[in-house]
Nanobody, 125 residues
Framework: QVQLVESGGGLVQAGDSLRLSCAAS????????MAWFRQAPGKEREFVAG????????SVAATVRGRFFISRDNNKYTGYLQMNSLKAEDTAVYYC??????????????????WGQGTQVTVSS
């Protein structure tokens, strides 16, 4: 089992930046891919960004590419999502997810067995 806890969400204005953190515990974090998903009210959960267990490969959804950046620090058992130039349409609950090491750095939400509780990000325009 891997336990994940997100933090760093909040209320910001359009154009601001936020950095979300995902603290992992339980099984060795370096053995797991990590991803961020988000879910806005009335919408399906969508992939935002993913990173392999080594951190060498990443993928970012086209809708946020160039503004959002994913990273991880395996020594600290923590993953990050840096969000810049936030827009109102980025408003959602953001979830951290993990799956066993896999060359597929994306995947559907159903591919990830471990999830955090989510952190709310609200961007006012």
């Amino acid at each position: 089992q891997v336990q994940l806890v997100e933090s760093g969400g909040g209320l910001v204005q359009a154009g601001d930046s936020l950095r979300l953190s995902c603290a992992a515990s339980g099984r060795p974090f370096p053995n797991y891919n990590m991803a961020w998903f988000r879910q806005a009210p009335g919408k399906e959960r969508e992939f935002v960004a993913g990173i392999t267990w080594t951190g060498y490969r990443t993928s970012v959804a086209a809708t946020v590419r160039g503004r959002f950046f994913i990273s991880r620090d395996n020594n600290k058992y923590t993953g990050y999502l840096q969000m810049n130039s936030l827009k109102a349409e980025d408003t959602a609950v953001y979830y951290c997810a993990a799956k066993m090491m896999d060359t597929d750095v994306e995947g559907a939400s159903s591919d990830y067995p471990y999830w955090g509780q989510g952190t709310q990000v609200t961007v006012s325009s």
